[in-house]
Structures are given as C-alpha cells and as structure tokens.
C-alpha cells in the first residue's frame, strides 16, 4: 500500500512538473544568418555563442583624403558602444581603435575585417571578421567570427567636410547586433 501511495505521488509529481514546463516559454532561438549576403555569412562548422546589440556612437573626423591633396572627406575614427544581452543587460563593451569586443569579465578580442555587405541607406554595412586569439580568459575565448547585423544610422555625418573645418569631429549614433561565433 506505501509503494502504491509512493508510486501516485510519483506520477502526479512528475505529471505536474511536465505540466508546468510545457506552458514556459521557448528558449529564444539562436541567430539565423540565412537571410544575409553570402558574403558575410560564418562559415560551416561554426555555432553561435553569444548575441549581444551595440548601442552606441561612432566618431569621424574630416580629414585629407588619403592619396588625394587638397580634397578631403569624413575618415572613421572608432566606435564606443555598449554590448547588452537580448533582454538589455550591458555585458561588454566595443570600443577602438583597434576595434576591440570586451567582455564584462575582462576577455577581449580584436579582429580582422574579412568582407562587407550593403545593408541599407543611412546605415553602416553587413560586416564579418575573424577574430584573433582572445586576451585572457572569459566569454571572448574561443571567439572565431564575429557579425555585424541588423544596423541602425552610423554613417559619416552628412554636414560638409572642407578644408575650412578639416579636423572637425563629429558622433554619430548607431546600433547593430554583434553575433559571436566560436568553432562547434
């Protein structure tokens, strides 16, 4: 008779537990880069380890053109952003020159730029870079790729860059999610 009652309560435990779990939320899936130019698509082999928005400005400076006397134009300077989780939560920073991801427990890595995509008027484009070997030990370590998606602004200002205001510099907002990549 124990071993019955046992048995029930068992059952019901277990039944009430499934129950509760069925009605919680999906896991919020992993970034999908199906959408996305080829061009600055992660190869195979790779998975996704961390999604992060860069919220955020970008400074420019009027400068000579390079190779170009006497005509100059906005030259990007360097981000500085903050890298928040999908729910708002800062956990690193984006920030250069170099340009360089940080991760609130110290870890960092830089990268080299290996294609870009246009991703619509008025905003920076598509970017994949191969990460270098992280600097300490955290969520940076491993990192292989890293993209730079869904953008919003961060292009040069669109007031005129002359002789007449040539080291002026200007911020300009932006946003853009940064997925990071690391070897499956």
Partial sequence: MVFKRLSLIAVASAAALLGACSSMAPATPMFVQDSLPDTIKVPA??????????????????????????????????????????????????????????????SKITATQLAVAPSGTGNLPFQLVKANPAVGTGAMSGVSYIQRVALKGGVAPATACTASNKGAKEIVKYQADYIFWKAA
């Avoid at 952003?81 to 340009?99: C, E, F, H, I, T």
């Fill in 45 to 106: 082999g790779n998975r996704v380890a961390l999604e992060t928005v860069g919220v955020g400005e970008i400074t420019y400076e009027c400068r000579d053109k390079a190779n170009s006397p006497g005509i100059t134009e906005w030259v990007f300077v360097g981000p500085n952003a903050a890298l928040n989780d999908r729910s708002g939560k800062q956990v690193g920073k984006y920030y250069g020159p170099p340009a360089t991801w940080e991760a609130m427990d110290g």
